[in-house]
């Protein structure tokens, strides 16, 4: 299912004369410098050709013909058509082992088998190169310890075009790779006709985490994968064609900068629909608001306000279908972490109902998955980065509008009580996490996005009740306060009220007795009181972080009241 949809989106793309997709037999690489010859083959310049990309350069991104696998006990034998890196052009890099004449010398031996007898003057050019180049010439070349390892292509002086773009070097290439077949037939598992089966696919790159040179979706190299005799992907039949196709597809939407890829944590999420939709372009920003580089902010908020409130998005066409694909590193192969195919409609309605459920009473509507991850992460640590399983889990649950994991909640919850901080997104996970079991299970609880007076759960109770007592010795003791009750019993109050808090109110009243609003606070201590007959012994974890809800919601509404006041002066 996923190949087959990948084959298809490759269709898609290389009928579109606007989007620069790899022909069969050609692959999109990264260069990082031009070799310019004259027509006797004499090295004129090497340039730089790398990009500035914010402060740093990377690499070019150029089709050139396909690069293999160098895989066996022979990678060195392995050269490219027309590139490669300067290991195997110039016989240099930053290693210079033993092994890196050899590349240079299977690099003019695999040209000179190809292009001699080419009266082709770029040809020609290039063997004469090869012929008359010394290794040791490389160290002398400008920009070399930048450039030495990076991949070069080849031009001659006065051309613009690279000689991987000449036509007559182009049909020798592409003779020479349609009699490379694997010479073993069979039906196809994607289009389902007996065609030349792939013994290798080619790389996938741009998973984070992944190998550089490429890594596998689809790969038996062990015989403990093997049966019946098949070897490597004979296991798993894919023609040729078909490999290409959903290879390339996969690189396009994984290379760097594509508008379809959002990386949570170590899960790398490629998207795309079956059919050209402006979905495709916005989904990333949907996720991740802060995320995106969308000129009119205003334009992207009143999208979501529109999604969040159920609204249909304006020239976008709900019944076509949209793929959603999670990719993880695995050593050498590619894990995939998740797999969703639905409606545009569906996914708009999950993603209002995501933001609907993290809605609470403040001006920041709509954080990013990345966002709500990190709190999850204690910022002072070496490693800020979510727990490894967790990035997915999330993403999944709110495209499949399923409960949020659990982890996500208990790890909120510990770190609250670790820093005794309770911000808006914490507060908006633990509410997110409640309205939802609510819904799906009635597991949970409901929940305001402000302060509900009306709201009798004894543990939202108690957080309101623990505000007012912290706000309280605050009255009593000033702003300069280094210290409050929060920092030293939110944790123990939230876990297990009966202990603490009737220390808690004996110590209330003497801040009470000296603070110039003593006499309010005590009124609303008497209010929350008169709703509970008694203090629980524990708190389960989803009342813990109904307390904290509890405990949010009262802090905003003294700052509302404080606002308010300033206003009315």
């Known amino acids: 299912m996923i190949l087959q949809e990948l084959c298809r989106y490759y269709d898609r793309l290389s009928a579109n004369p606007d989007i620069a997709i790899s022909p069969p037999g050609f692959s999109r690489e990264k260069i990082h ?6 027509a006797a083959g004499k090295l004129l ?22 690069s293999r696998k160098r895989t066996g006990a022979k990678p060195y034998e392995t050269p490219f058509f027309l590139w490669d890196n300067t290991g195997f052009v110039l ?40 012929s008359c180049w010394k290794p040791e010439y490389a160290e002398q070349l400008n920009n070399w310890e930048e450039l030495a390892g990076g991949n070069v292509v080849f031009r001659l002086d006065g051309q613009r075009t690279y000689l991987h773009d000449n036509s007559q070097l182009k049909e020798i290439w592409l003779e020479y790779t349609a009699n490379q077949t694997s010479g073993q037939k069979g039906y196809c598992l994607i289009s389902g006709q007996e065609t030349a089966i792939a013994r290798i696919h080619p790389a996938v790159k741009g998973v984070a985490g992944a190998q550089s040179s490429g890594a596998a979706i689809v ?60 979905i495709e372009g916005i989904f990333r920003m949907m996720l991740d608001p802060k995320d995106s580089d969308f000129d009119d902010n205003a334009e992207l908020r009143r999208m979501l306000e ?3 409130d159920g609204k249909p998005l304006q020239g976008i066409e709900p019944d076509i279908k949209f793929y959603i694909l999670g990719l993880s590193p695995n050593a050498a192969r590619i894990a995939v972490r998740f797999w969703y195919v639905c409606t545009v409609g569906q996914l708009e309605e999950r993603i209002g109902q995501h933001f609907q459920d993290l809605r609470i009473d403040s001006e920041l509507d709509f954080p990013g998955v990345w966002g709500l991850l990190m709190e999850t992460v204690n910022q002072k640590a070496s490693n800020k980065s979510p727990q490894p399983l967790l990035a997915g889990a ?32 914490r507060a908006a996970i633990l509410k997110a996490v409640l309205v939802r079991k609510n819904r799906l299970y009635q597991q949970g609880m ?16 108690l957080g309101r009740l623990f505000a007012v007592l912290e706000k309280a010795q605050q009255d009593a003791l000033g702003a300069g306060i280094n210290a409050t009750i929060k920092d030293r019993f939110f944790g123990s109050a939230s876990a ?46 989803d009342e813990q972080g109904l307390f904290a809800i509890g405990y949010y919601h009262q802090r905003q509404d003294f700052f509302k009241g404080k606002e308010h006041s300033k206003q009315n002066q």
Request: glycine residues 4%; hydrophobic residues 40%.
């Open 45 to 66: 310049q090497f340039n730089d050709l790398r990009v500035q990309r914010g402060k740093k350069l990377v690499p070019r991104d150029m089709i050139v013909p396909q």
């Open 394 to 425: 999330v993403l999944r649950s709110i495209v499949e509008g399923t409960a949020y994991p659990q982890a996500l909640q208990n790890a909120v919850i510990n770190r609250i009580r670790a820093d005794q901080k309770i911000n808006y997104v």
């Open 496 to 541: 297990t009220p009966k202990v603490v808090f009737p220390q808690l109110l004996r110590l209330a009243q003497h801040h009470i007795e000296k603070a110039e609003y003593g006499r309010m606070r005590d009124k609303q201590i008497e209010e929350i009181l008169a709703d509970l007959t008694e203090f629980p012994a524990h708190l389960s974890l």
């Open 91 to 130: 016989g240099s890099d930053k290693k210079n082992d033993d092994k890196t004449p050899l590349k240079f010398q299977s690099f003019q031996k695999f040209h000179s088998g190809l292009l001699t007898g080419c009266s082709e003057p770029a040809a020609q050019a290039l063997l004469q190169f090869l």
């Open 446 to 461: 409901e929940v305001s996005m402000a302060l509900d007076k009306e709201n009798k759960n004894p543990a939202y109770l």
């Open 219 to 278: 790969s038996f190299n062990d015989e403990a994968y093997e049966s019946y005799g098949k070897k490597q992907n004979y296991n798993a039949p894919v023609g040729e064609a078909a490999a290409f196709s959903y290879i390339t597809a996969l690189n396009f939407l994984l290379a760097s900068g594509s508008r379809q890829k959002i990386q949570i944590g170590d899960v790398t999420t490629i998207f795309w629909t079956e059919r050209d939709s402006p």
């Open 33 to 38: 410098a031009e070799i310019v010859l004259d």
């Open 306 to 308: 529109a999604v969040r």
